[in-house]
T-cell receptor
Framework: GAVVSQHPSWVICKSGTSVKIECRSLDFQATTMFWYRQFPKQSLMLMATSNEGSKATYEQGVEKDKFLINHASLTLSTLTVTSAHPEDSSFYIC???????????????FGPGTRLTVL | GNSVTQMEGPVTLSEEAFLTINCTYTATGYPSLFWYVQYPGEGLQLLLKATKADDKGSNKGFEATYRKETTSFHLEKGSVQVSDSAVYFCALSEATGNQFYFGTGTSLTVIP
């Protein structure tokens, strides 16, 4: 089946530094990728939607200058948390929507997540 | 707007017990409904889905029926196993778009 990977799986950084998280679709081309944030014992909250080659669409309340998203190719999207602060500590999950939407309609494939801890 | 309300956990069951996790939704259109499962340390995996009213999704012994009249998509399994221990998320997707709305998740622990 379709596989989505994330790198790194866990990162610890100092406050004020920037962290880049990669999301890759390994065996399919992703028209659209989504970035979610999951707080402990809470649901996934959609942060932004990115389409290859265009600017990401951010959900209300998400700072686009803080969470930079680049969808450079049909298999790679990156999320950069700029000037990270302890309150940015969270579990970040990406998902990808296949280009073959007729076959995989309404199905998203999720990455394993990246745990960010900001000291 | 769209939202999903899920039964709060955690849920602890003995092996071979019957499982029900309630899920109700609010939607402006005609959404597709999903159950995702997250095993410890892993990402979300699609468990089953239903795309229209009265459809029944099923996989690995789990079932859920899309009930438009009660706006529900309850997850059931007749006999749970220890390996079913995980967090289960109910979700909906608008028929015309890709955005997903998730419930808060229900943690299930099955004890031998």
């Amino acid at each position: 089946g379709a596989v989505v990977s994330q790198h790194p799986s866990w990162v610890i950084c100092k406050s004020g530094t920037s962290v880049k998280i990669e999301c890759r679709s390994l065996d399919f081309q992703a028209t659209t990728m989504f970035w979610y944030r999951q707080f402990p014992k809470q649901s996934l909250m959609l942060m932004a939607t990115s389409n290859e080659g265009s600017k990401a669409t951010y959900e209300q309340g998400v700072e686009k200058d803080k969470f930079l998203i680049n969808h450079a190719s049909l298999t790679l999207s990156t999320l950069t948390v700029t000037s990270a602060h302890p309150e940015d500590s969270s579990f970040y999950i990406c998902s990808a929507d296949s280009r073959l939407r007729e076959i995989l309609r309404d199905t998203q494939y999720f990455g394993p997540g990246t745990r960010l801890t900001v000291l | 707007g769209n939202s999903v309300t899920q039964m709060e956990g955690p849920v602890t069951l003995s092996e071979e017990a019957f499982l029900t996790i309630n899920c109700t939704y609010t939607a402006t259109g005609y959404p597709s409904l999903f159950w995702y499962v997250q095993y410890p340390g892993e990402g979300l995996q699609l468990l089953l889905k239903a795309t229209k009213a009265d459809d029944k999704g099923s996989n690995k012994g789990f079932e859920a029926t899309y009930r438009k009249e009660t706006t529900s998509f309850h997850l059931e399994k007749g006999s749970v196993q220890v390996s079913d221990s995980a967090v289960y998320f109910c979700a909906l997707s608008e028929a015309t778009g890709n955005q997903f709305y998730f419930g808060t998740g229900t943690s299930l622990t099955v004890i031998p």
